[in-house]
Structures are given as structure tokens and as C-alpha cells.
């Protein structure tokens, strides 16, 4: 059977001879410590980040006394993104216990 250009799966049914490439990738114990070292970084960027949401949720809820209008929402969003940080966090130390 000789493909023809009007066929649809005309380059599914030509013959291509196996290619061999060598792999540049990095054997899987260093991929394992890179992926340990990223995992860090993420996990102190997020603890700064919840760091920094929590005091902004105190002061919200300090100064909710006086403003009452967009505070809850705002309070909720803020528990939200809160809530969604610790389980970034949760997931990191999960996968990689020694982050």
C-alpha cells in the first residue's frame, strides 16, 4: 500500500526507520535533589506568603470594628487564598518530606 497525499493518515502509514537518541537527562538521583532543592524554595516562598496573609487577615479583623461594608469579603478571600497556601504547603511536604 503506497500512501497517498489525498489520504488523511497518509504520514500514520509510511514505514520510519527507529531512531536511537542518546538521553541528555540527568541521571534520577540528581533529578530527585533538584526536585528537593525547588521544593524548598516553593516551601519558603510560601511560608512567607502565609506569613504575610495571616498578619493582613489580623489587621482586617482588627479593624473590622469600624468598617463593616466590604470586610467580610475581604476577610473571606483572604481565608480563602489562606487556606489554599497551607494546602500547597501540605501537598510539598507530602511529596518531598525531606524539603
Known amino acids: 500500500m503506497t500512501a497517498e497525499p489525498s489520504d488523511p493518515f497518509w504520514w500514520r502509514t ?6 536511537r537518541t542518546l538521553s541528555l537527562a540527568p541521571p534520577r538521583a540528581q533529578q530527585h535533589l533538584a526536585d528537593v532543592r525547588q521544593a524548598r524554595v516553593f516551601i519558603e516562598v510560601l511560608q512567607a506568603e502565609l506569613a504575610d496573609l495571616t498578619s493582613i487577615l489580623a489587621v482586617t479583623e482588627r479593624s473590622s470594628r469600624s468598617v463593616r461594608s466590604s470586610t467580610g469579603r475581604h476577610r473571606s478571600g483572604l481565608s480563602a487564598r489562606i487556606d489554599e497556601v497551607t494546602r500547597l504547603l501540605d501537598a510539598l511536604t507530602e511529596r518531598f518530606p525531606t524539603a
Open 14 to 19: 509510511a514505514a520510519v526507520p527507529e531512531q
